[in-house]
């Protein structure tokens, strides 16, 4: 099966390592806690301080967003609608949770495959 | 081909059907102007003032944004991530324009097909 | 909205043009009748003879099947699984029908836009 | 993160619980050779023997095929071009391989989550 990649796999390596999984690894932000069956919205970054390439053969092409086993939503990225220099990709997702949540992003990039944000818990309040 | 539906089909209709396509139809949100190779976000959000059902066997499935012949992007929506009642979906895009644009949404229901918004006309500035 | 190429838009024009349209145009290959409620099979081909490119800045990213509004299926196609020869794409679509059908394919080119296939009727014998 | 499941998981289990697993489990098809260039054709099946629910609250959304980190295709399904019966559901990918191939298959189940295939190993033969 595909290897999922994420930053902590690389935390120990040299700073060169570091950077590629920084670049490649998406960070799920939101609040910490969402109001039962009200929108609730979450973004998705790839990346916390490195920029990704953005060319033909080396890009993002979609980013996913889960919760546990339950997919939200998936954005599909076509690369020539940015320019050609690197980005930190932002992507948003909407929901209506009905119970606490464990969200986590993939996404996939072209060159490098496919990668994992940490898991996020959301609780909700009534 | 599948026909695409939008708003002023039935703009003629009683205030039933009104309901009907304005329930369907996508529009595009965004500012009037862009500044050249700088990130610009576009919403879009479904009905001016209707919410759409949202059960399985009648949801959104995926919104496109296009600028004239080129896609800019896509959002898978799934349906179980809403609560069942209606809902005015509301998808976000991202692109760094280097030419003026002319953007315009298609969003497929799984009950009534394929819609399209009215066009929307972005000027570059420089 | 996206223009919707096709082949006979370009049929009066010279060799070059036609060829042009040829290896953009989707082609829906199926039998004449189906059985209702059996698996019924559609292979979509990108033109009749002439192969398109698949570089990474000009390729088909996906293609879809419809029966008048209702979206049957849609596959994603990755440039980089096929050589960098230009070829002639083939997908295959399964159904199963419960009234005859008109089915039309989309294919998008990130280089010339969207393509759609003649409508093609299918019967039901039961 | 998004387990992901697969037969061999519950191959232990007692025979009611077997045939969920086989109903979810995708399986590879194709020949264990390949010619380099050469077009390549994988069928993945869903389930071995037992055939999975397909309505609109229980189905399968989508199936990727994978090669190591390389997504070779997705393929979107539409539950409503089926019959309501339960099913077992195929489909095809195509590819030019370069290099001997370790394929394997995603399924995404709308109640029941992602599901993996066993790795299927392609030699090439020049």
Redesign the interface.
């Known amino acids: ?4 990649f994420t930053y902590s796999d690389f935390a120990d390596k040299n700073a060169l390592v570091k950077t590629y999984a920084d670049k490649h690894t998406p960070v799920v932000l939101c609040n910490d806690t969402a109001v039962r ?1 009200e929108l609730f919205s979450v973004k998705v970054r790839i990346g916390t301080d490195a920029k990704h390439p953005n060319i ?2 080396h890009h993002f ?1 979609y980013i996913q967003l ?13 690369q ?4 050609k ?1 690197p ?1 930190q ?4 997702f ?3 949770p ?1 119970l606490s949540m464990r969200l ?1 992003a ?1 996404a ?1 990039c ?1 060159k ?3 990668w ?1 944000s940490e ?1 996020r818990f959301v609780k909700i309040k009534d």
């Not at 099966?1 to 999922?4: G, H, Q, S, T, V």
């Not at 020539?80 to 320019?83: D, F, G, K």
């Open positions: 099966m595909p290897r999922i069956n033909s053969v092409e889960w919760n546990l086993e339950t997919l939200v939503g998936e954005v599909r990225l076509e020539n609608n940015y320019t220099e980005i990709i932002e992507v948003d909407y929901l209506k009905t986590m993939l996939y072209n490098h495959g496919l994992r898991e």
